[in-house]
């Protein structure tokens, strides 16, 4: 009974960081790792395929690589710009500010993809472009209010409650979406690709709707400016590239940052390629790969909470390694897939793990970072998180072009998991 009590927090700050989890999940979900790139494959880029111009030269790409290359770019702004946002946001205590507008511009553009038809290569891939930069730069100053709102011995828990309301909702969503694709015909729709840009409109309300509480209910900040003369510091003065050498003074952050950039490569490219994978490699039907990641989400709940009670009595270091291991074991396996079955019972195994890598990550981090520098320190961590985000899915489809064989470029994926699980072994457990 204890156990089920503490799935719900105690105070409204916590009820609003966890529900923010259960709004912007549905994109990570229903958008940017289900319907998205299926519906750009099989429905926005003909064919064919299409030719980009570089270099005075026609370089002929298709759907797989060219969405791997667009996530690969929106992460590289986010990467160049995480630092520096994040400790804007601290001096001016505008936190909640930044998130909130993050909010509104990733909702908008999500609920813009409704308008997305075949055809619309490029408009589809900007406005996936504005939504995705928001949701990454969103969770910078999400995950920075985990040291303001939960002591030190709560946030290995906390962090994984975050993660498993997110699993629920975004779940839940896209529960829905399924169900809808497969009675499209009964509900009026006339296909299947008409259904999909309506979830892409249900996904942005959804994101609006469950991000009220964040407004009420998040601590507000007191401003402090840090120049002597009470003024915010130039945006590309010297103070610009300090941001980038601070963290040099806590090693056990840089440490962190530097395993986390490899591992978390390994899992982005998981997921923002494995739908893709599925329709294009594999040929599954749209509902066999929606039926994959609902399944995902049904186990990633109970995946992160189980690994963040585990790390509550053994560390979180200790099951961050425990888990990076199974991922090892999940690539390895992912090399063998060949049918929807298959397909399903991995994205099991990838939903146990999941949820508990990251939020265990997340918590390990906030031990080792100042706590009234969490905006600014939290870039950093988005730069290893989302600057591997860039690489695993860029190396993904270059390598698909390359070799013409997807299965190569998985077990590439394998190397980032096992150098991450070496530098992360030197990480201390606490600051």
Same mark, same amino acid.
């Given at each position: ?49 299409? +030719? ?19 996530? +690969? ?9 995480? @630092? ?47 939504? /995705? ?8 100053? /999400?995950?920075? /209010?985990? @040291? ?18 997110? /699993? ?31 979830? #892409? ?11 009220? @509480? ?34 040099? #003074? #806590? ?56 690994? +963040? ?53 997340? +918590? ?51 190397? #980032? ?15």
């Amino acid at each position: 009974m204890s156990l089920f009590r503490r799935l719900f927090p105690k105070d409204r700050a916590q009820w609003a960081w966890c529900l923010y989890d259960w709004a912007n999940s549905a994109f990570a979900t229903s958008v940017l790792a289900v319907f998205l790139p299926v519906y750009f494959a099989r429905v926005v880029v003909p064919p064919e395929g299409v +030719s980009l111009p570089i270099f005075g030269r026609a370089w002929h790409t298709g759907a797989s690589s060219l969405w791997a290359y667009t996530v +690969s770019l929106a992460v590289l702004l986010v990467v160049v710009s995480a @630092p520096l946002v994040g400790r804007v946001a601290d001096e001016k205590a505008s936190r909640k500010g930044f998130l909130l507008f993050c909010v509104a511009a990733g909702a908008s553009a999500t609920a813009f993809l409704a308008s997305c038809g075949a055809g619309d290569v490029f408009r589809t891939l900007a406005t996936f472009l504005a939504a /995705y930069v928001a949701f990454s730069t969103s969770e910078i100053f /999400y995950n920075s /209010y985990l @040291p303001h709102i939960a002591a030190p011995w709560t946030r290995d828990w906390l962090s994984g409650l975050g993660y498993a309301y997110g /699993y629920v909702g975004g779940g839940l969503l896209l529960a829905v979406h399924l169900w809808v694709l497969a009675h499209h015909s009964s509900l009026g729709l006339e296909d299947s690709a008409r259904a999909i840009r309506l979830f #892409f409109l249900s996904v942005g309300i959804w994101w609006a709707v469950f991000s009220v @509480p964040c407004a009420l209910w998040l601590p507000k900040e007191v401003r402090k400016d840090l120049d002597e003369d009470g003024r915010p510091p130039h945006l590309f003065s010297q103070e610009f590239r300090a941001v980038y050498r601070e963290i040099g #003074f #806590f090693p056990g952050a840089f440490r962190m940052v530097c395993a986390y950039f490899f591992f978390n490569n390994g899992i982005q490219t998981v997921i923002a390629m494995a739908s893709m994978y599925g329709a294009t490699a594999l040929q599954l039907k749209t509902g066999d790969i929606a039926l994959a990641f609902l399944i995902t989400q049904a186990v990633a709940f109970p995946g992160a909470v189980l690994l +963040s009670r585990l790390a509550e009595d053994w560390g979180a270091k200790r099951v961050l390694l425990v888990s990076i291991g199974l991922w090892c074991c999940i690539v390895l396996g992912a090399y063998k897939v060949q049918n929807a079955f298959q397909f399903q019972a991995l994205a099991a195994c990838v939903g146990f793990v999941l949820g508990g890598s990251q939020a265990l990550s997340r +918590s390990l981090f906030s031990r080792l970072i100042p706590r009234e520098r969490s905006s600014q320190f939290f870039g950093f961590f988005a730069v290893g998180g989302k600057f591997s985000a860039l690489l695993g899915p860029f190396f993904f489809g270059l390598m698909q072009d390359l070799t013409g064989q997807p299965r190569s470029a998985i077990l590439s994926v394998l190397l #980032f998991f096992l150098v991450g699980f070496a530098l992360l072994w030197r990480v201390p457990s606490e600051g």
